[in-house]
């Protein structure tokens, strides 16, 4: 077992908050941090903390030679 750097408990709606020290430790923002829970081999539950993609983020990514008519495709 790791070592347990803080504890939590459940709340209405099972809720959890991240504790502070996790927060700090990793600069977790609110806005912007997606935390994904998965299961391992070992059947232990892992939270994996990610950034939050927005569509800033992904604008430019395809490349694309032709022009879209958004209107044209819809209504056709």
């Known amino acids: 077992?790791?070592?347990?750097?803080?504890?939590?408990?459940?709340?209405?709606?099972?809720?959890?908050?991240?504790?502070?020290?996790?927060?700090?430790?990793?600069?977790?923002?609110?806005?912007?941090?997606?935390?994904?829970?998965?299961?391992?081999?070992?059947?232990e539950i892992v939270l994996i903390p990610r950034k939050k993609i927005t569509t800033k983020d992904i604008l430019g990514i395809v490349k694309d030679k032709d022009k879209w008519n958004i209107d044209k495709e819809v209504y056709e």
């Open 1 to 43: 077992m790791e070592n347990i750097v803080a504890s939590t408990k459940l709340y209405k709606n099972f809720q959890v908050a991240i504790p502070k020290e996790i927060r700090k430790k990793y600069d977790f923002d609110i806005n912007n941090t997606m935390i994904d829970w998965s299961i391992n081999k070992d059947n």
